[in-house]
């Protein structure tokens, strides 16, 4: 008889893989904002190769003015206040998530606290904008940081649901495979001896 599919998934795999998802996503994000305040470092200390590289490379998102980003060592981070609240913001309520929902949830909040989120960094480059107030580093900084740490909240459950549908699909595979050449299905087949008129 056929094994059915929940038997052919490993149990181990199904419960670590959201953990494993999410190690890998914070040493990811670790490793973005260690190179955003390692570039201010590496051009203190004239590494011109490794600094060059870190800015061009965040250079691409961020415009990084240096009147709007903060400071290290006389040279300024490799992203903007706002950006650097953004990524500062999803790196730490990154390390919190597991403490604040369970690793295995694929459930999205409403998209409304996204957008809510989205509001006090609207609000702060609007009255800026206008010239109705000029925004500082602090504003810039916690608008993003508020921002980064709902968008987290929104990729996990993704991540989370990607990696146990590529589970999922292996394991069908795999018990298709196996239900086709097991010796049940093989000794269950009509033979050809039974029917004389079907010989050739």
């Known amino acids: 008889m056929p094994l059915s599919i929940a038997e052919y998934i490993p149990q181990t795999t199904k419960t670590r893989r959201p953990l494993l998802v999410?190690?890998?996503?914070?040493?990811i994000a670790l490793t973005f904002v260690a190179a955003i305040v390692g570039a201010p470092i590496a051009a203190a200390n004239h590494y011109d190769s490794?600094?060059?590289t870190l800015y061009h490379a965040f250079g691409t998102l961020c415009h990084?003015?240096?009147d709007r980003s903060y400071f290290v060592d006389g040279h300024k981070l490799a992203v903007c206040?706002?950006?650097s609240g953004l990524y500062g913001g999803f790196t730490l309520l990154l390390l919190l998530y597991p403490l604040i929902r369970q690793l295995r949830s694929t459930l999205l909040p409403p998209p409304k606290w996204l957008f809510l989120a989205a509001?006090?960094?609207?609000?702060?480059f609007s009255l800026t904008f206008f010239g109705i107030w000029e925004n500082t580093h602090s504003s810039r900084f916690f608008t993003g940081l508020l921002l980064g740490g709902v968008t987290v909240f929104y990729?996990?459950?993704g991540?989370?649901?990607l990696s146990l549908r590529i589970n999922k699909t292996n394991s069908v595979t795999q018990s298709s495979k196996l239900t086709l050449t097991s010796p049940d299905a093989i000794a269950a087949a009509p033979s050809d001896y039974s029917?004389?008129?079907r010989r050739i």
Do not use: G, T
């Open 22 to 27: 999410w190690i890998i996503s914070v040493f």
């Open 50 to 52: 490794l600094a060059p």
């Open 64 to 66: 990084q003015l240096p």
């Open 81 to 83: 206040a706002r950006c």
């Open 119 to 124: 509001i006090p960094m609207l609000i702060d």
């Open 155 to 157: 990729v996990m459950p």
């Open 159 to 161: 991540l989370v649901e």
């Open 195 to 197: 029917a004389p008129e």
